[in-house]
Each structure stands twice: as C-alpha cells, then as structure tokens.
C-alpha cells in the first residue's frame, strides 16, 4: 500500500484518486466488519423475528377476528368485549392474583430469614443450601402430581401432621374454598428456595466493614439484622418481587396438573394463563383466546411498572 | 453468661430450627419414595402415614418401567432438551459476544430489543405459534419444541456481561496478526468462555427440561410426550385413585434429575444466583 503510493505520488491527479480509493477500502473493510457482526446476530434475530415479534402482531390481529383457525370474520372489538364482561374472566383474575399475593408475601419474607439463618450458621451453609434448593429443581408438574395426595384431605401426610400437632387441617383441593391455599403451599414450597438462593448469594455481597462498625459500636446481632441486613437487602427484594410477579401472573402448569384447563374444583384454581389455554386449545376460539392473551399482556406491564415504582428500583 | 458460651447456643438454635423446617420441606420426597415401595397402597393409602412400608416391595417400580411410556418420554425428553440446549447457547453466544465486542450500526438499539424479549410472556405467542408450525404441517413433531428456543434474551445478557469482562486488548492482537472475527471469536474468547457456557447450559437445560404449557399445545401424540407432559397426563387420568404407582412414577421422573443436582449442585446454585444477581 505505501509503496504504490509514492510510486505514483509524482503525479498530482492520480494521487487524489489513490487517497480515494484508499479511503474507500477502509470504508468497504468497515461495512465488512460490520456486516460480520450481522452474521453473529443473525439466528438470534432470525428467532425474535419468527417467534416474538410475528407472533405478538399476529396475535393482537387475531384479537378483532373470530377465529377456528381456518374460518376468520372480522369482528373488531367484539373479543375484548366479550372477554371483559365475561364473569369467567375475572374469576381467574381473582384467583391469579390471590395465589400470586400470598405465594409473594409469604415467601419472601419466610426466604429471606431462612437465608439470614443459613448465612450466620458456622457449619453445615453448603448443606442446607442443597436441602432448600432441592424443591426447586423438582419440575413443577412433578410437584403438583405429588401435592395432589399430600394434601389429600382423608390420605394426606400434610392433614395428619396439622392433626398430631393440634393445629386445625384443612379439605384442601377437594373443597373449592380451601383449593387456592394448595396451590399456595405448593407455590411457596417450591419457590423458596429460589429466593433463599437469591438471598443469600446478596447477603454475601454486603460489606462485612459495616457489620464491623457496628460491632464496634455495640450493636446486638438482631440491630445488625434490622439496621444493616434489611436495607442493604432492599435491591434484592424488589427484584424477587418483580419477578415473583410475572412468574405468578403467567401461573400455568400446576394448576393443569391439579384441576385440569378448567380449573376444578368449580373453576377455583383456574388461572389467566388457564383461561386462554381452555378457550384457546379445548374450544378453539383463537380470537377470543387471543383477546384475553392481550389483556392479560397489559395486566402483567402495567403490574411490573407499579412494582417498580413502588420498589423504586431503577432500571 | 461470656459471649462465646451465648455464640455456640444461638447457632445450635439456628442450626435446630434449619433442621426441623428442612426436614419439613423434605417430607413430601420422603413420603413419596416410602409409598411408592408400599404393595397395598394402590387399593388404599396407608393411614396413618407410615415412614417404613408394612410390605416392601418393588411391584409399582416394576409398573411404571414395564409400560415403557416413562422410558420413551424420558428419551423425548432427552433429544429435545440436547437440541434445544445447543441451539440456544450457541446463538446466545454468538449474539452475547457481538453485543459485547462488536462496533455496527444499531448496536445499542439491536440490544434493548433483545432486552424487550424478556417482557413477552409465552401466552400471547401461543396461537400465532401453533398456527405457523401448524402450516408446515410440523405439529406433532420435535421442531416446534426445538426452533423457538433460539431467541433467549436472558442468556445474550449474560453472555453479554461476561465478555465485557474480558480485556479487547486480545482482539486487538489478534487482529494485529490479520485473524478475522470468526478466527477471533473462536480462538481467542471461546476457549475463555468456560464458566459462562456452563451456566448457560445448566439454566438452558432446567428451561427445557421442564418445560410445559408449549409442549402441551403442539405434541398430541403420546409417543412424542416429554416427561412432564407423560407425568400431567398420567396425573389427570388416575387422580389420586393409584397411589402407589403414582407415587413410584413421581420418584423415577425426579430421581435422575436429584441425582445430577447433588453432583453439580455448587454450579447449579451458582448459575441460580448469577441469574438473579445480574437481572438486578
């Protein structure tokens, strides 16, 4: 490259061509570079391209349809409509929510003091991190098949250890009254690990000068908890709130195994995420299916912006 | 009372009440894996709960292999998840790296998109899904359980953050000595990205393994069933009419995935946690 160009630096002309040209290469040897960091994306891309964006707008077309799959008529907001003052609709609203709102409270605070628990211990941490976690690595659908006799009202362990202990037992998924508080033991029991994990890898993360300086100003180990743990702990928190959220809004699979696509006992488990399962896949009404999809959509975004404002956490 | 005699009984207290509340949590494994060697607990279940059978004896185990569903969806189960683990670190890799170490147009554009594929739930994409595959006649085969995997936003950020953790002086070298970016992300960051690949694998794996409402949607027929949708199908049949063999199932469906748990479980958690802390 440099040689040419003082071989040809003689003549005035030619020489501004040559800077061109070399510019041009530079120019073109970009474009290649990055038209090589294209390649890199390209199945990624490929796959948000056919499985999310695609799916989303066909989806939120579908909605203004009556839809089989095969025969469509355009109904413009009928779906939402029908959705919206469907009774059905939000009955698995208020059964999303409630499962959603004790599985959260009760196992975040429960976690975390778990976790304080397993971190100030001297021996056996690694051991009881397995035990915990363990219910998590179980699949959900497992889980479920297993809940569904130990809370079996008559047969169940968990009734007889309620009873041995003088605590009273409860009908469980056997009475649409006490159904949701299964699915919320089973919730919480296989979510718990997860946020003792979650936990525990934060509260390892907080500056033990502080715990130091406390120390020094003699502050008791439940002051330290309260004072030093907690608050530091606030980020961790929020983002076991926001995902415990979405999680439980998209709650499905448990509640497949335990009372089928409609939810028994008397539709009392039946969640969002089953509702458009049932009118989606059992009756084949995609538009109205597609409908609720979008409202459940907006629910789950409008819910993780509140969380968000209410945690204050930024993103 | 000195403080190190108030130490040691605050941390037995500690200890004893991790005990009591694990071994509560562990309950439900033990019951099952007791019942399922129980003879008499298909015609009724043993009340009350006994942690020892009256009569020991291997019948349900013998049930749950003989009919050999559980074995053909374990093996469906088996070639999905490799395939899908593969597709989607490979990808995942692939994007994460460009993400971090890449100088193109849209850069930062490119990346909130993946970002924003964090918020699409499963559920709006169902029908749409299930009509597309539908249309290459590709229900009831592998590849819709497969294809889809390839877009993860959560593992590209991983990725993403693990090599903006590498030093770019190496690319540097290497481009000096005239290796092309395939050259250099196969020779230079790939051989580094040990840690990061293994997370990916173990969280792509637990996604895919357990994996549900999707599967559900597209495989009808039970010889394509995966574990969980041959354990949910099973469940919905029987109830809780079948308690030993119910229970005998539920064990073998767990026990490989315990089992490879407690070898990695330190890798596991790991994965867990850097998950969870890096989604902050």
Known sequence: MVKEKLQINENGVENTVTINDDVETIKSKKRKAAFTWYIFLLPSFIGILLFMVYPIMESFRLSFFRSNGTMETFIGLQNFQRVLTSNTFWNTVWNTFFIGFFQIFITIPLGFIFASLINSIRRGQNFFKVIYFLPNVTSIVAAAMIFQFVLHPEMGVANYILDALGLPSSTWFSDPSTAKWGVILLAVWHWIGFVIIICLANLQAISPEMYEAAKIDGASGLQQWLFITIPNMSGTFAFLLITGWIGSLQRFNEVYVLGGPNGSPARSIQTMGAFIYERGFTGFEFGIASAATYIMFVIILIFTFINLRVSKMQL | ?280
């Not at chain 2, 554009?109 to 964090?118: D, M, P, R």
């Not at chain 2, 169902?126 to 085969?141: G, H, M, Q, R």
């Not at chain 2, 693990?162 to 481009?175: G, H, K, S, V, Y």
Request: aromatic content about 14%.
């Open chain 2, 1 to 280: 009372m000195d403080q190190k005699t108030s130490e040691r009984i605050s941390n037995i207290v500690k200890f004893i009440i991790l005990l009591v509340c694990g071994s509560l949590l562990m309950m439900p494994f033990i019951w099952v894996v007791s019942v399922g060697f129980d003879r008499t607990a298909n015609i009724t279940m043993p009340f009350p709960p006994r942690l020892i059978p009256e009569t020991i004896s291997s019948f349900n185990y013998g049930i749950v292999f003989e009919n050999g569903r559980l074995i053909q969806s374990y093996i469906n189960s088996g070639i999905v998840t490799t395939s899908s683990v593969f597709l989607q670190v490979s990808a995942s890799l692939l994007a994460g790296y460009a993400f971090s170490k890449g100088n193109f147009k849209y850069k930062r554009l490119l990346f909130i998109l993946v970002l924003c594929t964090l918020m699409i739930p499963m559920e709006p994409r169902l029908i749409p899904l299930y009509t597309l595959f539908n249309s290459f006649s590709l229900l009831n085969t592998f590849w819709p359980l497969i294809l889809p995997t390839v877009i993860n936003g959560m593992l590209i950020f991983l990725c993403k953050q693990f090599f903006d953790q590498l030093p770019t002086t190496l690319r540097e070298a290497a481009q000096i000595d005239g290796a092309g970016e395939f050259r250099i992300f196969f020779t230079v960051y790939l051989p580094l990205a040990g840690p990061i690949a293994a997370t990916m694998v173990i969280l792509s794996f637990i996604w895919s393994w357990n994996d549900f409402m999707w599967p559900l949607v597209v495989l009808n027929n039970q010889d394509l069933h995966t574990v969980p949708l041959y354990l949910a199908s099973f469940s919905l049949e029987n109830g809780t009419s079948l308690g030993g063999l119910t229970m005998a199932l539920a064990t073998v469906s767990i026990l490989p995935i315990v089992v490879l748990y407690l070898f990695l479980q330190r890798y596991i958690i790991q994965s867990i946690a850097l998950s969870g802390v890096k989604g902050e």
